[in-house]
């Protein structure tokens, strides 16, 4: 059996110029929140205490060499 490509002049279901009307279009797919198994373990809170406390140790201390290297520079 050969697969013969539709002619769209025959083609139920097509407007001239071989667009697809609104009502013939499926339903868009909903999205699947429910699919896997509910994750009770990690519940999001966001950032943890040691780890946010110690970004903000370095952040500061980066920029501490940076202002005692600039007033080195300067003097």
């Known amino acids: 059996m050969s697969h013969v490509n539709p002619e769209p002049e025959r083609t139920a279901g097509l407007e ?8 013939e279009t499926p339903p868009a797919e909903s999205s699947l929140p ?4 509910r994750e009770t373990h ?4 966001g950032w943890a205490k040691a780890p946010l406390t110690l970004i903000l140790v370095i952040v500061a201390l980066v920029a501490l060499f940076f ?9």
């Not at 001239?16 to 009502?23: C, E, Q």
């Not at 429910?34 to 198994?37: C, E, H, T």
């Not at 202002?67 to 003097?75: D, G």
């Open 16 to 23: 001239p110029g071989g667009s697809v009307p609104p009502g």
């Open 34 to 37: 429910g699919a896997g198994p």
């Open 42 to 45: 990690n519940p999001p809170r």
């Open 67 to 75: 202002l005692v290297y600039a007033l080195v520079l300067i003097v």
